[in-house]
């Protein structure tokens, strides 16, 4: 079972730098059209998601990110 979690947990943290790394791009571009910005707001989103679930399922090691 512990295995399942630190799979799901490496999962996420490999999405979230994915992500990152998505975002830091687009934004590098200089000539940032309606389409790459709305990009970039859809990415943040699914980022800030993934970290939610990130912080979710680790909160059952160690202290909890809600005190």
Do not use: F
């Not at 993934?50 to 160690?62: H, M, P, Q, T, V």
Request: proline fraction near 1%.
């Amino acid at each position: 079972m512990v295995d399942v979690a630190k799979e799901k947990y490496q999962h996420l943290m490999t999405e979230i730098q994915e992500l990152e790394d998505a975002i830091e791009g687009l934004e590098k571009k200089k000539d940032k059209t309606e389409d790459i910005k709305a990009q970039i707001v859809k990415l943040q989103e699914e980022l800030a998601h993934k970290r939610n679930e990130l912080a979710r399922i680790s909160d059952g090691c160690g202290t909890p990110h809600s005190l």
